[in-house]
């Protein structure tokens, strides 16, 4: 099997109609290739007793221009965030909507006391990337007795009752782990020692890209993870985690697989001052799909991204506006994810967005 008969493999997980328009394009698009967010209606599919008709208490307006909006965004931890947050700013602005943006400092307590200032400021809606998936209940339950709508950015939480948020816009994290787990056992042969390094712990998508990366792997009795730390998804943390695991596992080691870009900087980096050469002694595989990656898959020391698109601003106003006019939305949109390597790279890097 040839790599484009792989890279078609992987696709053929999700959408084969994807597959001619997307080869096209130079790029092997997952779920869907028009750009369209594929939308997965809520598993009981009755409404979530969220939408405006439901609600007792005051209207709210309808009008995105009309509406103040508070956006409690996690940090800024690298690249990925830094576009998610440009995406939605800039959006906000030129749909003229009032933004009130709080930066949550990477702290789930500051994020919490964000989110309590927008209940008492009354804003109409609130977006919230959450920085891990637990605690966030008692908050939810004091926005929604506030008739404010919570829509969730890029990470999910876990909740008893899912009508505490409207939608979550966010891409499938198993889905992504798996995709870099199959492009690692191609190149691999079913074959390697690997060291992870995983994004922050308890964030949703720390949880399942290990989930997704595990169960593929696991079809390979030649593969193994041999060393697995956080690197919080921050660079120098990827980069000091790595040389402990060079320390211990350089003689052994095959490959690496970073939950994002931004460690995967950070290890290459290490394996580098380490004098292996990255890329080529270790295969690096990680997620996000950011400009210094596209930068490293061109100069050969990065192996794979798979895309996790920060561009959600449009995607997150559209379903307020959807939300305020009373259509019932999916409990997730999803994503769509594609997947680069070094024989795509170049082709694409010109048109990369963030
Ligand atoms: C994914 C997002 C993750 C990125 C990381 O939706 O939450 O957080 O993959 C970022 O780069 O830190």
Not at 40 to 55: I, L, T
Not at 128 to 153: S, Y
Not at 189 to 213: C, M, S
Request: glycine share 12%; proline share 3%; hydrophobic share 45%.
């Amino acid at each position: 099997m040839d790599r484009g008969q792989l890279m078609a493999q992987i696709v053929g997980r999700g959408w084969a109609g994807a597959i001619g328009a997307a080869m096209a394009a130079g790029v092997l698009a997952l779920w869907g290739c028009g750009g369209e967010k594929q939308e997965k209606a809520s598993p009981d599919g009755k409404a979530d007793g969220s939408n405006p008709s439901d609600r007792g208490g005051g209207a709210r307006p309808t009008e995105l221009g009309a509406m103040t909006i508070g956006f409690s965004q996690l940090g800024a931890e690298g690249d990925w965030r830094t576009a998610e947050t440009d995406s939605i700013r800039g959006e906000a602005q030129r749909l003229g909507v009032s933004l009130k943006f709080a930066d949550g400092q990477s702290r789930q307590e500051k994020q919490i006391s964000d989110v309590k200032a927008f209940i008492l400021q009354d804003v109409d809606a609130i977006i919230l990337a959450p920085i891990v998936e637990t605690g966030w209940e008692p908050v939810l339950r004091d926005a929604k007795r506030a008739n404010i709508p919570v829509f969730l950015v890029d990470r999910g939480v876990d909740v008893s009752d899912e009508s505490l948020y409207v939608t979550l816009i966010a891409s499938d994290f198993v889905e992504e782990g798996r995709l870099a787990a199959d492009w690692m056992a191609y190149e691999l042969g079913g074959k390697a020692n690997i060291a992870e390094l995983q994004g922050t712990v308890g964030a949703a998508p720390a949880i399942d890209r290990k989930r997704g990366f595990a169960e593929e792997i696991a079809k390979h009795e030649g593969m193994k993870i041999i060393a697995s730390q956080s690197g919080d998804f921050r660079r120098s943390v990827g980069k000091e985690v790595m040389e402990g695991i060079l320390a211990a596992h350089a003689d052994e080691l095959d490959a690496v697989f970073a939950h994002n870009d931004d460690m995967a900087m950070g290890a290459i980096e290490a394996i580098a001052r380490h004098g292996l050469e990255p890329g080529v002694d270790i295969v690096v595989v990680s997620i996000d799909g950011v400009r210094a990656a596209f930068e490293a898959m061109v100069a050969g020391t990065l192996n794979c991204t798979v895309e996790c698109n920060p561009l959600l601003g449009p995607k997150v106003f559209d379903a307020i506006r959807r939300h305020a006019t009373g259509e019932e939305l999916p409990k997730w949109i999803r994503v769509e994810d594609q997947v680069f390597d070094q024989t795509t790279a170049a082709d694409v890097i010109g048109s990369r967005r963030y």
